[in-house]
């Protein structure tokens, strides 16, 4: 069933065409990713699709009491009430059937009431007690608390009034109501933005479990991978669709562009081929025989010629260093960062984070992960030497050369830039280069023109992340401390960066929420955990991967799951669930097998319709229509095939998910 449809959706802003020609469908249950460029005009189809904004040309159909909840980038304006009064006042009408239970309580012992009231009274409340619990009226309170706690807003956010807290925070205070209204259609705009890796777990739970439809931008991959079952991509003013996760999106789109790649050459060749023919024999005995290619070229041209495939500009990384420091890279003893008193009251310092004792060796990728606020970027700072120590000690090594890209890029301090700078001016602060090889150098990050004499106030998120990973790059360090390094960058641009810090020679301090990244990189975790009741921040040091990491988490949570439930006996209804919870997972095995089997037959039938394009083009050249038809027919059967199996391969996806 489809909940929304779209046709020839088209979006501008002035002069400024965002998309055009967008045909969409979204059916019940359906799980997308969306995903393009910044600026390519996601968010704005997006706050079309919620009816936010009304398209330019084109109509959408929404069906009949289909409810869309809309999660912006942006929080609205903040009203007067508290976090915790926003959310449970969604469930007003509910609240309200629950103060009607409690007049009809009082009313059964009122010893005024007759028993013939009083048998009348207990029938009603009955009823509706029933419905009230059905509707779930007894578990607000909890569905509440839950969706606060798991969003990583603190109980002591819980009672403020919405406009004392920070954009982030009403973001997902936003996020959580919507979760809580529970829409048939869920349109979601970088909801993991805001978030540390836990509330994304935790929030990757609940969308798995959504029973509606869900539209999400993301730059997340490993969120993507996770949660989404078909991909969207914008384009060119256009919207290709993909099935699968972001994983099976990347796949299918190098296929698809290779393809595309290898269709146009063929068909520029054979462009040139016809028109060499027609200018050679178009005034000589065969000029009929040119006039008819002509003719039959213009044709081509009109109505069947594809255009080229898009060229893509994407930066360029050269990270590298020449530097070679000693193996000690950084060793901590008894270390514990803060920051010290500066009101004048003589309140002592602020300890915000203890730091294990520990010796990070040249080569390693350590990931410095955990919530918001609780001491990671303190102690990059401290690293760094912009803060000091409160105990204990921290060494750098030998012929350690520190590079670092700030979170926010704009400030005064190691490694940041003055806002009112230009890009040129930005670059050239690190490194003194000749004007046009500095400019040459910007263009590898995507800067050209007059984009160089932009001011650094003036750029985009993205614009600055590029800017600072340029002046990261020119810096040469062996030591590279990064905090949040993925921020702002297009998916792309993401991948580009993994690449280049996977062949870094030097050591890397990784703090980020990227999953994706700290996967890839990681070779181990320094995990910060928030202390209790005021106390510091805690670290540990895991030797081992983020996916060792989560095996052993999981494992861990599955003995004491066991662990607690060995001493009670099942009873029957117990073993029954068991049993059924062990023929899904046999049967989800079995689908699992099946679809890896499909898609293998679908990529060998794939390879056969390259093979068949290629030899169409060759025999082409010889003019053997009749085997040229032979081919093409069998291209054709093999084309239908791939689509037939393209349905049953979503079919069983979902089947699977």
Known sequence: MSLLV??????????????????????????????????????????????????????????????????????????????????????????????????????????????????????????????????????????????????????????????????????????????????????????????????????????????????????????????????????????????????????????????????????????????????????????????????????????????????????????????????????????????????????????????????LRRGQIAALIGPNGAGKTTLIRTILGELEQLQGTFQLGAGVELGYLAQRHVGAGFGLMDSGQTVLNALLDIKNLPLERARTYLGQFLFHGDDVFKSIDSLSGGQRSRIALARLTLQGANFLLLDEPTNHLDLDSQEILQDALQQFSGTILLVTHDRALVDALATELWIVEPGEAGAPSRMEIFAGTWRQWMNERNGQIAATDSAAAKPVAPDQNQREQQREERRQRQTSTRRQADLADLEQQIHQMETRMAELEDQMAAVGQTQDYEWVQAISNEHQAVRRRVEQQMERWAEMAEAVV
């Open 6 to 359: 779209g046709n020839q959706l088209a979006k501008s802003y002035g002069a400024n065409d965002v998309f055009e020609n967008i045909d969409v469908r979204i059916e019940h249950e359906d799980r997308i990713g969306f995903v393009g460029s910044n600026g390519s005009g996601k968010t704005s189809l997006l706050r079309v699709l919620a009816g936010v904004e009304p398209s330019t040309a084109g109509q959408i159909f929404v069906a009949q009491n289909v409810r869309r909840g809309y999660l912006p980038q942006d929080p609205p304006p903040a009203g007067d009430q508290t976090l915790y009064e926003e959310l449970h006042g969604i469930f007003a009408p509910l609240l309200a059937q629950g103060e009607e239970l409690r007049q009809l309580e009082a009313q059964m012992t009122d010893p005024a009431t007759s028993e013939a009231e009083l048998n009348r009274i207990l029938a009603d409340y009955g009823h509706k007690q029933e419905a009230f619990e059905r509707a779930g009226g007894y578990t607000i309170d909890q569905r509440v608390k839950s969706v606060l706690s798991g969003l990583g807003l603190q109980e002591a956010l819980w009672h403020k009034p919405l406009a004392h807290l920070s954009g982030g925070q009403r973001t997902r205070a936003l996020l959580g109501r919507l979760l809580l209204q529970e829409p048939d259609l869920l349109l979601l705009d970088e909801p993991t933005n805001h978030l540390d890796v836990r509330s994304v777990e935790w929030l990757e739970s609940q969308l798995l479990a959504w029973k509606g439809a869900l539209l999400v931008v993301s730059h997340d991959r490993y969120f993507l991978d996770t949660v989404v079952t078909r991909m969207w991509e914008m384009t060119h003013h256009r919207l290709e669709t993909y099935r699968g996760n972001y994983s099976h999106f990347r796949q299918q789109r190098s296929e698809r562009l290779e393809r595309w790649r290898k269709e146009y050459e063929q068909q520029q060749e054979f462009i040139r081929e016809t028109e060499d023919f027609v200018r050679r024999y178009k005034a000589g005995q065969r000029a009929k025989e040119a006039q008819g290619r002509e003719t039959r070229l213009q044709r081509f041209l009109e109505t069947e010629a594809l255009p080229p495939p898009p060229s893509d500009q994407r930066i360029r990384l050269p990270l590298r260093t020449d530097i070679r420091s000693g193996d000690l890279v950084l060793r901590t003893r008894k270390l514990v960062v803060g920051y010290l008193a500066s009101d004048g009251n003589g309140s002592g310092p602020t300890p915000i984070l203890t730091v294990p004792d520990l010796d």
